[in-house]
């Protein structure tokens, strides 16, 4: 849903007025929990390769995690 549509409707159904700075870090912060954000995604990949360690006595597991990356790029991960 776009922002003006988002401020509308928050307008028009409970007579809220917000500036657009604060609509689009609202919007950015739902999106962010809906779909959660890159860093939290990679720490789960870091949790999830400690847990294959601990179970699996047999099985290598070998990521590279490249840190300090561009936040208008996403983040790598090589295996």
């Given at each position: 849903m776009p922002?003006?549509?988002?401020?509308?409707?928050l307008?028009?159904?409970?007579g809220?007025k917000?500036?657009m700075?604060k609509?689009?870090?609202?919007?950015?912060?739902a999106?962010?929990?809906?779909?959660?954000?890159y860093?939290?995604?990679?720490?789960r990949?870091?949790?999830y390769?400690?847990?294959l360690r601990?179970?699996?006595?047999?099985?290598?597991?070998?990521?590279?995690?490249?840190s300090?990356?561009?936040?208008?790029?996403?983040p790598?991960l090589?295996?």
């Amino acid at each position: 849903m776009p922002v003006k549509a988002m401020k509308d409707e928050l307008v028009s159904n409970l007579g809220i007025k917000a500036n657009m700075k604060k609509m689009y870090r609202a919007k950015k912060r739902a999106m962010d929990k809906l779909n959660g954000n890159y860093t939290d995604s990679y720490q789960r990949l870091r949790d999830y390769a400690q847990i294959l360690r601990q179970r699996n006595l047999d099985v290598l597991v070998k990521m590279k995690f490249v840190s300090g990356f561009d936040k208008d790029r996403r983040p790598t991960l090589q295996l």
